[in-house]
Protein backbone atom coordinates (compact mmCIF):
# COMPACT_ATOMS: atom_id res chain seq x y z
CA UNK A 1 0.00 0.00 0.00
CA UNK A 2 2.86 2.20 0.15
CA UNK A 3 4.79 1.97 -2.50
CA UNK A 4 1.13 2.25 -4.57
CA UNK A 5 0.95 5.87 -2.48
CA UNK A 6 4.66 6.68 -3.71
CA UNK A 7 4.10 5.98 -7.15
CA UNK A 8 0.70 7.76 -7.26
CA UNK A 9 2.69 10.68 -5.47
CA UNK A 10 5.53 10.45 -7.91
CA UNK A 11 3.03 10.56 -11.07
CA UNK A 12 1.08 13.91 -9.39
CA UNK A 13 4.15 15.39 -8.87
CA UNK A 14 6.06 14.47 -12.48
CA UNK A 15 2.40 15.57 -14.40
CA UNK A 16 2.42 19.08 -12.28
CA UNK A 17 5.94 19.60 -13.43
CA UNK A 18 5.29 18.88 -17.08
CA UNK A 19 2.38 21.60 -16.78
CA UNK A 20 4.55 24.09 -15.65
CA UNK A 21 7.80 23.43 -17.96
CA UNK A 22 4.77 23.40 -20.92
CA UNK A 23 3.23 26.95 -19.62
CA UNK A 24 6.95 28.11 -19.63
CA UNK A 25 8.22 27.17 -22.77
CA UNK A 26 6.53 30.65 -24.63
CA UNK A 27 7.64 32.65 -22.31
CA UNK A 28 11.26 32.01 -23.25
CA UNK A 29 12.94 34.20 -25.62
CA UNK A 30 16.29 32.77 -26.11
CA UNK A 31 17.04 29.88 -28.60
CA UNK A 32 19.37 27.59 -26.24
CA UNK A 33 16.36 28.29 -23.54
CA UNK A 34 13.46 26.83 -25.10
CA UNK A 35 15.48 23.81 -26.31
CA UNK A 36 16.42 23.43 -22.89
CA UNK A 37 13.17 23.12 -21.83
CA UNK A 38 11.43 21.39 -24.28
CA UNK A 39 14.28 18.90 -23.10
CA UNK A 40 13.08 19.55 -19.51
CA UNK A 41 9.49 18.17 -20.60
CA UNK A 42 11.25 15.58 -22.20
CA UNK A 43 12.34 14.58 -19.13
CA UNK A 44 9.42 14.76 -17.46
CA UNK A 45 7.49 12.76 -19.46
CA UNK A 46 9.21 9.67 -19.48
CA UNK A 47 9.34 10.15 -15.65
CA UNK A 48 5.44 10.62 -15.65
CA UNK A 49 5.49 6.98 -18.48
CA UNK A 50 7.71 5.64 -15.81
CA UNK A 51 5.99 6.15 -12.96
CA UNK A 52 2.64 5.31 -14.57
CA UNK A 53 4.69 1.87 -15.29
CA UNK A 54 5.89 1.77 -11.67
CA UNK A 55 2.17 2.34 -10.47
CA UNK A 56 0.95 -0.84 -13.07
CA UNK A 57 3.70 -3.02 -11.64
CA UNK A 58 2.26 -2.86 -8.64
CA UNK A 59 -0.46 -4.98 -9.28
CA UNK A 60 1.40 -6.53 -12.62
CA UNK A 61 4.93 -7.42 -12.17
CA UNK A 62 6.44 -8.53 -15.80
CA UNK A 63 10.03 -8.73 -16.73
CA UNK A 64 9.32 -6.56 -20.03
CA UNK A 65 7.85 -3.97 -18.16
CA UNK A 66 11.44 -3.32 -15.74
CA UNK A 67 13.26 -3.08 -19.29
CA UNK A 68 11.24 -0.21 -20.42
CA UNK A 69 11.46 1.67 -17.19
CA UNK A 70 15.14 1.52 -16.89
CA UNK A 71 15.23 2.54 -20.84
CA UNK A 72 12.70 5.58 -19.38
CA UNK A 73 15.25 5.87 -16.62
CA UNK A 74 18.09 6.80 -18.89
CA UNK A 75 16.12 8.78 -21.18
CA UNK A 76 14.89 11.21 -18.18
CA UNK A 77 18.46 11.36 -16.80
CA UNK A 78 20.51 12.10 -19.92
CA UNK A 79 17.43 14.53 -20.41
CA UNK A 80 17.93 16.03 -17.39
CA UNK A 81 21.58 16.50 -17.61
CA UNK A 82 21.99 18.05 -21.15
CA UNK A 83 18.88 20.28 -20.32
CA UNK A 84 20.73 21.83 -17.47
CA UNK A 85 23.77 21.93 -19.57
CA UNK A 86 22.06 24.23 -22.19
CA UNK A 87 20.08 26.48 -19.32
CA UNK A 88 23.76 26.99 -18.16
CA UNK A 89 25.08 28.12 -21.22
CA UNK A 90 22.29 30.30 -22.29
CA UNK A 91 22.44 32.05 -18.96
CA UNK A 92 25.88 32.77 -19.55
CA UNK A 93 25.22 33.67 -22.96
CA UNK A 94 22.34 36.17 -22.04
CA UNK A 95 24.86 37.71 -18.97
CA UNK A 96 27.17 38.45 -22.41
CA UNK A 97 24.47 39.93 -24.21
CA UNK A 98 23.69 42.32 -21.48
CA UNK A 99 26.81 42.65 -21.06
CA UNK A 100 27.23 43.95 -24.25
CA UNK A 101 24.43 45.80 -23.90
CA UNK A 102 25.22 47.95 -20.89
CA UNK A 103 29.21 48.94 -22.77
CA UNK A 104 28.26 48.92 -27.13
CA UNK A 105 26.29 51.38 -28.70
CA UNK A 106 24.14 49.74 -31.31
CA UNK A 107 24.08 51.29 -33.90
CA UNK A 108 27.63 51.99 -34.67
CA UNK A 109 28.53 48.87 -33.17
CA UNK A 110 31.02 51.21 -31.17
CA UNK A 111 31.61 51.44 -27.14
CA UNK A 112 28.98 53.64 -25.92
CA UNK A 113 30.18 56.90 -23.80
CA UNK A 114 29.39 54.93 -20.28
CA UNK A 115 31.77 52.90 -21.15
CA UNK A 116 34.43 55.23 -22.24
CA UNK A 117 33.91 57.33 -19.54
CA UNK A 118 34.80 54.64 -16.87
CA UNK A 119 37.73 53.26 -18.97
CA UNK A 120 39.20 56.74 -19.59
CA UNK A 121 39.07 57.81 -16.32
CA UNK A 122 40.80 55.33 -15.49
CA UNK A 123 43.62 54.95 -18.11
CA UNK A 124 43.66 58.88 -17.21
CA UNK A 125 44.58 57.93 -13.39
CA UNK A 126 47.14 55.64 -14.52
CA UNK A 127 48.68 58.01 -16.89
CA UNK A 128 49.33 60.72 -14.29
CA UNK A 129 50.42 58.22 -11.91
CA UNK A 130 53.21 56.88 -14.52
CA UNK A 131 53.96 59.79 -16.06
CA UNK A 132 52.72 58.59 -19.41
CA UNK A 133 51.53 60.26 -22.44
CA UNK A 134 47.35 60.37 -23.14
CA UNK A 135 45.15 62.35 -25.75
CA UNK A 136 41.97 63.13 -26.54
CA UNK A 137 40.67 63.30 -30.24
CA UNK A 138 37.20 64.50 -30.76
CA UNK A 139 35.15 64.35 -34.18
CA UNK A 140 32.07 65.84 -35.26
CA UNK A 141 30.30 64.90 -38.61
CA UNK A 142 30.03 68.16 -40.79
CA UNK A 143 26.63 69.77 -41.38
CA UNK A 144 24.75 66.77 -39.75
CA UNK A 145 21.88 67.95 -39.11
CA UNK A 146 21.59 69.56 -42.69
CA UNK A 147 21.84 66.11 -43.76
CA UNK A 148 19.59 64.47 -41.76
CA UNK A 149 16.67 67.32 -42.18
CA UNK A 150 17.35 66.93 -46.24
CA UNK A 151 16.93 63.40 -46.22
CA UNK A 152 15.68 61.87 -43.16
CA UNK A 153 16.82 59.92 -40.02
CA UNK A 154 17.17 56.33 -41.59
CA UNK A 155 20.13 57.92 -43.84
CA UNK A 156 21.68 59.94 -41.22
CA UNK A 157 22.25 56.74 -39.25
CA UNK A 158 23.41 55.32 -42.41
CA UNK A 159 26.27 58.04 -42.11
CA UNK A 160 27.25 57.53 -38.21
CA UNK A 161 27.56 53.76 -39.02
CA UNK A 162 30.06 54.84 -42.67
CA UNK A 163 32.05 57.20 -39.96
CA UNK A 164 32.60 54.54 -37.48
CA UNK A 165 33.61 52.08 -39.81
CA UNK A 166 36.33 54.66 -41.17
CA UNK A 167 37.22 54.99 -37.34
CA UNK A 168 37.67 51.53 -36.61
CA UNK A 169 39.79 51.18 -40.11
CA UNK A 170 42.04 54.08 -38.78
CA UNK A 171 42.11 53.41 -35.33
CA UNK A 172 44.30 51.07 -33.43
CA UNK A 173 42.30 49.76 -30.89
CA UNK A 174 42.88 47.44 -28.01
CA UNK A 175 44.56 47.78 -24.68
CA UNK A 176 46.22 51.26 -25.83
CA UNK A 177 43.65 53.18 -27.35
CA UNK A 178 39.80 53.65 -26.89
CA UNK A 179 37.12 54.49 -29.68
CA UNK A 180 33.56 55.44 -28.63
CA UNK A 181 30.48 57.13 -29.92
CA UNK A 182 30.66 60.33 -27.43
CA UNK A 183 26.58 61.04 -28.39
CA UNK A 184 25.17 62.47 -31.60
CA UNK A 185 27.08 62.89 -34.29
CA UNK A 186 30.32 63.10 -32.11
CA UNK A 187 32.79 60.14 -31.64
CA UNK A 188 35.83 60.01 -29.37
CA UNK A 189 39.23 58.43 -29.50
CA UNK A 190 41.35 58.18 -26.49
CA UNK A 191 45.04 57.91 -27.68
CA UNK A 192 48.34 56.47 -25.08
CA UNK A 193 50.07 58.46 -27.35
CA UNK A 194 51.83 62.16 -26.82
CA UNK A 195 49.91 65.20 -28.94
CA UNK A 196 51.78 65.25 -32.11
CA UNK A 197 51.31 61.84 -33.09
CA UNK A 198 47.62 62.33 -32.29
CA UNK A 199 47.64 65.08 -34.42
CA UNK A 200 48.66 62.77 -37.30
CA UNK A 201 46.21 60.09 -36.72
CA UNK A 202 43.44 62.91 -36.27
CA UNK A 203 44.52 63.86 -39.92
CA UNK A 204 44.62 60.83 -41.27
CA UNK A 205 40.98 60.41 -39.60
CA UNK A 206 39.90 63.40 -41.34
CA UNK A 207 41.24 62.38 -44.88
CA UNK A 208 39.68 58.99 -44.61
CA UNK A 209 36.23 60.41 -43.63
CA UNK A 210 36.78 62.68 -46.39
CA UNK A 211 38.25 59.65 -49.02
CA UNK A 212 35.55 56.95 -47.98
CA UNK A 213 32.28 59.09 -47.03
CA UNK A 214 31.18 59.76 -50.51
CA UNK A 215 28.52 58.20 -52.76
CA UNK A 216 31.43 56.98 -55.33
CA UNK A 217 33.18 55.41 -52.67
CA UNK A 218 29.51 54.52 -50.52
CA UNK A 219 26.60 54.40 -52.55
CA UNK A 220 24.63 54.32 -49.30
CA UNK A 221 25.68 57.97 -48.97
CA UNK A 222 23.79 60.45 -50.18
CA UNK A 223 26.24 63.10 -50.52
CA UNK A 224 29.97 63.79 -49.38
CA UNK A 225 30.25 64.00 -45.64
CA UNK A 226 33.31 65.25 -43.88
CA UNK A 227 34.52 65.95 -40.19
CA UNK A 228 35.88 67.97 -38.21
CA UNK A 229 38.37 67.28 -35.78
CA UNK A 230 40.11 68.13 -32.38
CA UNK A 231 42.89 67.11 -30.16
CA UNK A 232 44.11 67.76 -26.94
CA UNK A 233 46.72 65.95 -24.52
CA UNK A 234 46.72 65.45 -20.73
CA UNK A 235 48.91 67.95 -19.56
CA UNK A 236 50.18 69.30 -15.80
CA UNK A 237 47.33 71.95 -16.01
CA UNK A 238 44.86 69.75 -17.68
CA UNK A 239 43.96 66.24 -15.41
CA UNK A 240 41.04 65.20 -15.39
CA UNK A 241 39.15 64.00 -18.27
CA UNK A 242 36.39 66.49 -18.62
CA UNK A 243 39.17 68.71 -18.69
CA UNK A 244 41.19 67.12 -21.78
CA UNK A 245 37.47 66.55 -23.54
CA UNK A 246 36.67 70.35 -23.18
CA UNK A 247 39.62 70.96 -24.50
CA UNK A 248 39.21 68.65 -27.48
CA UNK A 249 35.48 70.01 -28.15
CA UNK A 250 37.15 73.82 -28.52
CA UNK A 251 39.65 72.63 -31.11
CA UNK A 252 37.06 71.26 -32.76
CA UNK A 253 34.57 74.12 -32.95
CA UNK A 254 37.94 76.07 -33.92
CA UNK A 255 38.40 73.96 -36.88
CA UNK A 256 34.83 74.36 -38.10
CA UNK A 257 34.92 78.21 -37.75
CA UNK A 258 38.36 78.16 -39.61
CA UNK A 259 36.13 76.09 -42.72
CA UNK A 260 35.22 72.54 -41.12
CA UNK A 261 36.90 69.33 -42.89
CA UNK A 262 40.33 69.92 -41.07
CA UNK A 263 42.09 69.51 -37.84
CA UNK A 264 42.37 71.78 -34.96
CA UNK A 265 44.18 70.91 -31.85
CA UNK A 266 45.35 71.89 -27.99
CA UNK A 267 48.58 72.95 -26.95
Known sequence: MTELILELLNL???????????????????????RAVQLLALATTTFSINEALGFIGVFWAAEWLEIVRDGLEMIFIMSLAISLLMLFKSDRREVATLNRAATIDRLTGLHNFGYFQNLATQRINLALAANLP??????DADNFKSYND?????????VLEAISGVLQK?????EDDILARYGGEEFVVLLSSPLDSAVVTAERIRALVEEQCQPAAN??????????V?????????????AVVKAADEA??????????RVGHSK
Not at 151 to 157: D, I, S
Not at 219 to 228: D, G, H, I, W
Not at 252 to 261: C, I, L, S, V
Open 252 to 261: MYQAKRAGKN
Open 230 to 242: GVAALTPERQTLE
Open 150 to 158: TFGHEAGNI
Open 134 to 139: LTVILL
Open 170 to 174: AVRTG
Open 219 to 228: PALQRALTVS
Open 12 to 34: LAASCIFYCVLRLIPTLNLRLQR
